[in-house]
């Protein structure tokens, strides 16, 4: 097992935050309780990721990551940078194996569900300039933000982290030859992208970070010293962060982790309060897929969290919740699209 990161009191704030103000509530779904504690159950071998079939999305495949809303191009073929995203969790339901706490990678429903949802609607905003690599991993279940068994959220984390290591390890020595990384990362995937940072962009790789979007946690200012949160939209080295909420709603949780969090505006690419018009919303991306829907959102920094007024679409009279979790990434979809491309170009010039 990888040995527990020394920053404790961020994964703490991290997972305390799934489990009071994350997915629990942004998706308002049921979950299957594991009935098990941790060490009680079967787990998934380590993923071998030289086997294509272990990466939900990768250059030269046909995958989900490729498509593209109607009017944008994939530009993999001809993209200087790569993106490394790592997806949020999609495992929340009854396993269909003996394996509870984190998924196999071999497991068909899991796999449908991470490249119809996460990998199309996140993986492929970043196609306009980057190539798209995206492990699949033994992502930990959702009971874990439910159990109360600290050691058990811990170690399935823990089991989850081993195999996103191990495939950034892979990309790094097979894949990426010395080109510019993206860091993409949403929900679970952003605890594992955090601890990705901290482990090899501190130092020896943090020149050739072109930017990490890290997104819908709670990531303190001080959690990565080393590298500069972003203020202006064309910096690079540097991360972002936000949590999308409606507008005026503060999360009970919000003194636990989210007060001590950076939030960036993803309309300004700006760390201050300045209140953003949806005129500035460049297209969020919802269903269909293939419909850019313009000027859709504000946006408006509050502390540590991110206002938004209550978006339009269809169907939108039925999600009464005021937390946008879910959507964190996918209503400012073009803005992050043509972000990513800035900064890329930034990059290079220097």
């Known amino acids: 097992m990888i040995p527990l990161n020394k920053s404790l009191l961020l994964r703490v704030l991290l997972v305390f935050f799934y489990f009071f103000g994350g997915q629990t509530i942004a998706f308002g779904q049921k979950y299957y309780p594991i009935p098990k504690r941790f060490d009680e159950c079967a787990k998934p071998p380590l993923t071998d990721y030289s086997l294509d079939k272990n990466w939900a999305a990768l250059p030269w495949k046909q995958d989900y990551a490729d498509k593209t809303p109607t009017g944008l191009e994939n530009n993999q073929d001809s993209a200087k940078a790569d993106v490394f995203y790592i997806h949020p969790t999609t495992y929340r339901n009854k396993p269909v194996n003996e394996f509870l706490w984190n998924a196999d990678v071999t497991n068909e429903i899991e796999n449908e569900?991470?490249?119809?949802?996460?990998?199309?609607?996140?993986?492929?905003?970043?196609?306009?300039?980057c190539k798209v690599y995206a492990?699949?991993?033994?992502?930990?279940?959702?009971?874990?933000?439910?159990?109360?068994?600290?050691?058990?959220?811990?170690?399935?984390?823990?089991?989850?982290y081993e195999d996103v290591r191990s495939a950034f390890l892979y990309y790094l020595k097979h894949y990426n030859h010395g080109r510019p990384i993206v860091i993409?990362?949403?929900?679970?995937?952003?605890?594992?992208?955090?601890?990705?940072?901290?482990?090899?962009?501190?130092?020896?790789?943090?020149?050739?970070?072109?930017?990490?979007?890290?997104?819908?946690?709670?990531?303190?200012?001080?959690?990565?010293?080393?590298?500069?949160?972003?203020?202006?939209?064309?910096?690079?080295?540097?991360?972002?962060?936000?949590?999308?909420?409606?507008?005026?709603?503060?999360?009970?949780?919000?003194h636990v982790a989210l007060e001590r969090a950076i939030c960036i505006n993803p309309l300004?690419?700006?760390?201050?309060?300045?209140?953003?018009?949806?005129?500035?919303?460049?297209?969020?991306?919802?269903?269909p897929f293939q419909k850019v829907l313009k000027n859709r959102c504000d946006a408006q920094v509050n502390g540590g969290i991110l206002w938004v007024t209550?978006?339009?679409?269809?169907?939108?009279?039925?999600?009464?919740?005021?937390?946008?979790?879910?959507?964190?990434?996918?209503?400012?979809?073009?803005?992050?699209?043509?972000n990513v491309a800035l900064r890329i170009a930034n990059f290079g010039s220097k």
């Open 135 to 160: 492990p699949r991993y033994r992502q930990a279940h959702f009971y874990c933000f439910k159990t109360p068994h600290l050691t058990d959220k811990w170690k399935a984390l823990d089991y989850a």
């Open 113 to 129: 569900a991470i490249e119809k949802s996460p990998i199309q609607y996140q993986a492929s905003i970043f196609n306009g300039s």
């Open 184 to 254: 993409a990362s949403h929900s679970q995937g952003t605890i594992h992208a955090h601890r990705i940072l901290q482990e090899f962009f501190s130092d020896t790789l943090k020149s050739k970070l072109v930017v990490a979007y890290i997104i819908g946690m709670p990531v303190p200012k001080d959690s990565l010293p080393k590298i500069d949160f972003c203020s202006a939209p064309n910096q690079t080295q540097c991360w972002v962060s936000w949590s999308s909420y409606e507008r005026n709603f503060i999360p009970e949780n919000y």
């Open 310 to 338: 209550k978006p339009k679409f269809r169907g939108s009279f039925l999600y009464t919740n005021s937390n946008y979790h879910i959507a964190d990434m996918n209503l400012f979809y073009i803005d992050i699209r043509e």
């Open 268 to 287: 300004t690419w700006k760390y201050d309060e300045q209140y953003a018009a949806a005129e500035l919303n460049k297209g969020a991306v919802l269903v």
